[in-house]
């Protein structure tokens, strides 16, 4: 092979090398985690373990305030198809925003919800928000989406608003009571 060959070989092979890195999702600063919790639907379907990191622990209002960087991970216990997160989801969001509230963030929500897919047993998804950045879905460790830092305060009120999927899970995953 020409030396200019083998050049552009090596090049190519460092630019495939930083673009795969650039897609797997960086954990922000120094996150701990605060709580965890096992949602069971009915009583006894396992549906993922859930748990909160952020850097210190903090009431939810300060978490939903968009100032501290947080975020949720799921660990899946079963399959879970796409059309049953965008359902679960939007019907949280009715539970715990008004309709003012959700068409502001309809362009997000819209997206983000494009950005699901179906998830199977064993996957790892996180929900990660970043002050300087947003919120950003994270599938088995690939960074799907970034969505700006307004959707933050409304979405993450499916997991810690004032009418959860779960009141034990919201108590559960924050640590104490607030």
């Known amino acids: 092979m020409p030396r200019s060959g083998i050049v552009y070989v090596i090049a190519l092979t460092i630019c495939m090398l930083s673009f795969q890195a650039s897609i797997y999702a960086e954990k922000p600063l120094d996150l701990k985690e605060l709580g ?19 850097i210190e622990p903090y009431s939810r209002e300060k978490l939903l305030s968009g100032d501290v960087p947080f975020e949720l ?12 997160f965008i359902k679960v989801s939007n019907r949280m969001l009715e539970k715990n ?3 003012q ?10 997206s983000l919800h ?3 897919q179906i998830v ?17 879905l994270i599938i088995n460790g690939i960074e799907i989406i970034q969505l700006p ?30």
């Open 149 to 178: 830092s307004k959707l933050t305060c409304k979405y993450f009120r499916i997991w810690l608003g004032d009418d959860p999927i779960s009141l034990q899970m919201r108590e559960a995953i924050i640590g104490f009571n607030h």
């Open 97 to 99: 925003l008004s309709k």
């Open 114 to 116: 494009s950005a699901y």
């Open 36 to 54: 965890s919790y096992r949602y069971t639907y009915n009583f006894f379907l396992k549906i993922y373990d859930i748990t909160l990191y952020s």
């Open 101 to 110: 509230d959700i068409s502001a963030i309809s362009d997000q929500i819209k």
């Open 120 to 136: 199977r047993k064993g996957d790892t998804s996180i929900l990660r928000y970043t002050p300087s950045k947003g919120t950003t």
């Open 73 to 84: 991970q799921f660990k899946y216990l079963r399959d879970i198809q796409r059309n049953d």
